[in-house]
T-cell receptor
């Protein structure tokens, strides 16, 4: 199956700093990538959808200036949490889909990045 | 009312039991239905993907979709301790559309 990686897997930062999380599709070209956050024992909540070469589409209630998304290539999307605060501590998960006809339009998920803001 | 409802559990069963996991939904436009398995502190892994109503079987796993009742199920036969995880249902109305997830059901299979 398709493989999606995330880096780092775990990050701790001080309040007020910015953190960048990378999401890569390793064996396919991802025309669309999605960013989710997940709080303990809760489901995944979609934050934004990004298409290669265009601006991300953010879900209602997600601050686009705080969560910067860049999808510069067909295999890489980045999420930057700017001026992080303790309430931003969460599990961030990306997913990717190739968009090719016949692929079932399945989303393949990365292993997640645990962010802890002190 | 949430678009997708899933009993969060936890659900504890003995090894070898048949497990039934369920989700209900309110949006009749949903046509694509998925079940994901998520181990602790890991990303979700796709288990089953079905389109519209019907059954789909893959090894010990069977997915059922009843669009008339807006109800989907995942059955796990001969459950194993390695099946212990959180199972999330997800659905969308069109190909490439936004996935709406259930809360996830935490399953524990005891040896």
């Amino acid at each position: 199956g398709a493989v999606v990686s995330q880096h780092p897997s775990w990050v701790i930062c001080k309040s007020g700093t910015s953190v960048k999380i990378e999401c890569r599709s390793l064996d396919f070209q991802a025309t669309t990538m999605f960013w989710y956050r997940q709080f303990p024992k809760q489901s995944l909540m979609l934050m934004a959808t990004s298409n290669e070469g265009s601006k991300a589409t953010y879900e209602q209630g997600v601050e686009k200036d705080k969560f910067l998304i860049n999808h510069a290539s067909l295999t890489l999307s980045t999420l930057t949490v700017t001026s992080a605060h303790p309430e931003d501590s969460s599990f961030y998960i990306c997913s990717a889909k190739s968009g090719l006809a016949g692929d079932g339009n399945e989303q393949f998920f990365g292993p997640g990045t645990r962010l802890t803001v002190l | 009312q949430k678009e997708v409802e899933q009993d969060p559990g936890p659900l504890s069963v003995p090894e070898g039991a048949i497990v039934s996991l369920n989700c209900t939904y309110s949006n009749s436009a949903f046509q694509y239905f998925m079940w994901y398995r998520q181990y602790s502190r890991k990303g979700p892994e796709l288990l089953m993907y079905t389109y519209s109503s019907g059954n789909k079987e893959d090894g010990r796993f069977t997915a059922q979709v009843d669009k008339s009742s807006k109800y989907i199920s995942l059955f796990i036969r001969d459950s194993q301790p390695s099946d212990s995880a959180t199972y999330l249902c997800a659905m969308t109305s069109n190909q490439g559309g936004k996935l709406i997830f259930g809360q996830g059901t935490e399953l524990s299979v005891k040896p």
